[in-house]
């Protein structure tokens, strides 16, 4: 019955509001985000609140309303179903990824769902990523964009006003707001709060080729032959999971690939780079002992636990699978002494990092053989994004 609204003037093109619950503790995503010890000197914005729990971002260069919750009923605060509108400057909205679409997006009720999943590119559903963000076009041509950092899973529906709803199923709202007034600059600022990608090698920029079903080092090493015979540019070689033992990672299958790392000489000597994949699922169902990555996952503790503590054990494909908690202190440093040992074998440049949606081919965790999902309020939310 109680809400709070943390509003932090940031800097003079970002603004930051924060709504949620302050005598419940609530999940917040673990991730930095840079800190402030000024207010600004001109910003480029200002705040008005209404009584009825509403606010409004204001561009005061032209008086344009960017952010309107008051004249958009409906907000709602549950414990899994919150719920906001706002009103957009204009029906020129872009981004609200990931997903497959045109690239402004359209207004007619079109529902966005975010929560990361192993989906083939398919149009109107949520595919591997997920990124609660939007750049919108103001009348006089300005642009500004709207992140919300919540990762639980949400839709974000579109409508003819135009305006724009957002329906989570946890977390809090937590907006930042991003004045522009460029596209590039949004985008700049918004790269302040979340991040830049990191600045890959000239070679990652090159050409790749890979497939499933080159069989061997030797059925590898015969198709890079015929690129170079026909005069085909190549940078880069990659391998499926088809190398490894029992498509399990950080092995190497000697009976046909024992090889691969005389390829991967081959390809460095003509100034070729190798990759081969990882998928982040790691296999449990072997005999204790006989498989590090799984033995010393346990012992560092960095797989996902289920509800009642045990390690949550989905399914890929080496078959029974764990997954690691990224966010564990100790994940980092158990995946790089993983990695490094691998590379002493197999002298990759880089890794391709499959299915780490995570990907789960059955649904909820398996146990006693069979697989399930457990009868509670979080794997049966009383809304479903996407449905």
């Not at 990124?131 to 009348?139: D, G, M, Q, T, V």
């Not at 199923?169 to 990191?198: K, M």
């Not at 002494?337 to 197999?346: E, G, I, M, R, Y």
């Amino acid at each position: 019955m109680s809400l709070k609204m943390d509003v932090y003037f940031e800097t003079d093109d970002r603004l930051r509001v924060k709504i949620y619950d302050p005598s419940q503790a609530r999940y917040e995503v673990p991730i930095y985000t840079p800190p402030f010890t000024s207010l600004p000197s001109n910003p480029k914005y200002k705040v008005e609140l209404s009584e009825h729990f509403g606010f409004n971002v204001i561009r005061k260069a032209s008086q344009e309303v960017i952010f309107n919750t008051t004249a958009n009923p409906g907000f709602i605060f549950c414990d899994q179903f919150i719920q906001i509108s706002s009103s957009l400057s204009s029906s020129y909205i872009y981004g609200l990824g990931e997903h497959r679409s045109s690239l402004a997006l359209p207004t007619d009720w079109q529902r966005f769902t975010f929560w990361a999943r192993d989906q083939p590119p398919t149009p109107n559903v949520n595919l591997y990523g997920v990124h609660p963000f939007y750049i919108n076009l103001e009348s006089n041509g300005d642009a500004h964009g709207v992140f919300l950092l919540n990762s639980n899973a949400m839709d974000a529906i579109l409508q003819p006003a135009p305006a724009i709803t957002y329906r989570t199923v946890g977390g809090i709202l937590d907006f930042y707001i991003f004045l522009g007034p460029d596209p590039i600059d949004v985008i700049r600022q918004y790269q302040e709060v979340v991040g830049v990608p990191f600045m890959p090698p000239m070679w990652a920029l090159g050409f790749h080729l890979c497939r499933w079903g080159y069989g061997s080092a030797n059925g590898t090493m015969a198709v890079v032959e015929r690129m170079r015979q026909a005069r085909i540019p190549q940078d880069v070689q990659w391998n499926d999971i088809e190398y490894s033992v029992g498509r399990k990672d950080f092995t190497l299958n000697s009976a046909t690939f024992a090889n691969l790392p005389g390829l991967i000489a081959d390809l460095h000597a003509n100034g070729l780079h190798y990759i081969p994949i990882v998928d982040p699922a790691i296999s449990s169902s072997q005999t204790p002992g006989t498989y590090p990555p799984y033995d010393t996952g346990v012992t560092d503790d960095i797989f996902i636990k289920a509800d009642d503590g045990s390690i949550f054990i989905g399914k890929v494909w080496p078959g029974d699978t764990a997954f690691p908690d990224w966010f564990h202190p100790n994940a980092s440093r158990w995946w790089q002494s993983l990695a490094q040992k691998f590379h002493d074998t197999v002298n990759f440049d880089g890794m391709w990092l499959d299915m780490n949606e995570p990907s789960n081919f059955v649904n909820g965790r398996v146990t006693g053989g069979q697989p399930g999902c457990t009868n509670n309020t979080y794997d049966n939310p009383p809304y479903v994004p996407g449905e």
